[in-house]
């Protein structure tokens, strides 16, 4: 049987017992793991009045609005982004999405403050609406 001489034992000692503490324990309970962040969700989001004007003459367009929707969803600011070149329906889908509410958008599981970009499209009419008819009397007799 070889010997091993005193100072090279003790060395081995020690190492031993340096691995034991850093590595060989039990390991403790994992870290919680936080929730990951999500977006927004939109829940009551009604579609905006088509201006009967513009609907009986066949104009369409798309609004871009940028919502501040605050911690509980609602929209706190609602910006026009880009134009449809038609007051009305920018204005109709201003008014509407001041309306919507969202579940608000989370991090670390807390409900937080958000910025998001929604296109409005008004699409025209493929068929005259009916109500035209009687726009159009209105309009003729106003004149």
Do not use: H
């Given at each position: 049987?070889?010997?091993?001489?005193?100072p090279?034992?003790?060395?081995?000692?020690?190492?031993?017992?340096?691995?034991t503490?850093?590595?060989?324990?039990?390991?403790?309970?994992?870290?919680?793991?936080?929730?990951?962040?999500?977006?927004?969700?939109?829940?009551?989001?009604?579609?905006?009045?088509?201006?009967?004007?513009?609907?009986?003459?066949?104009?369409?367009?798309?609004?871009?609005?940028?919502?501040?929707?605050?911690?509980?969803?609602?929209?706190?600011?609602?910006?026009?982004?880009?134009?449809?070149?038609?007051?009305?329906?920018?204005?109709?889908?201003?008014?509407?999405?001041?309306?919507?509410?969202?579940?608000?958008?989370?991090?670390?599981?807390?409900?937080?403050?958000?910025?998001?970009?929604?296109?409005?499209?008004?699409?025209?009419?493929?068929?005259?609406?009916?109500?035209?008819?009687?726009?159009?009397e209105?309009?003729?007799?106003?004149?």
């Open positions: 049987m070889a010997r091993i001489a005193r090279a034992l003790a060395g081995l000692i020690l190492s031993a017992a340096f691995l503490a850093c590595g060989d324990r039990e390991p403790g309970p994992p870290a919680p793991t936080l929730p990951r962040p999500t977006d927004p969700l939109a829940i009551d989001t009604p579609p905006p009045d088509y201006p009967l004007a513009l609907a009986c003459a066949g104009v369409g367009g798309e609004v871009v609005l940028v919502l501040s929707l605050d911690a509980k969803g609602v929209p706190a600011d609602v910006r026009i982004e880009s134009s449809s070149r038609q007051d009305a329906l920018d204005q109709s889908a201003v008014a509407a999405v001041r309306r919507w509410r969202f579940k608000p958008a989370t991090n670390r599981g807390e409900p937080v403050p958000t910025r998001i970009r929604v296109p409005v499209k008004f699409t025209r009419p493929v068929m005259r609406p009916d109500r035209c008819f009687a726009f159009d209105e309009q003729r007799r106003a004149r």
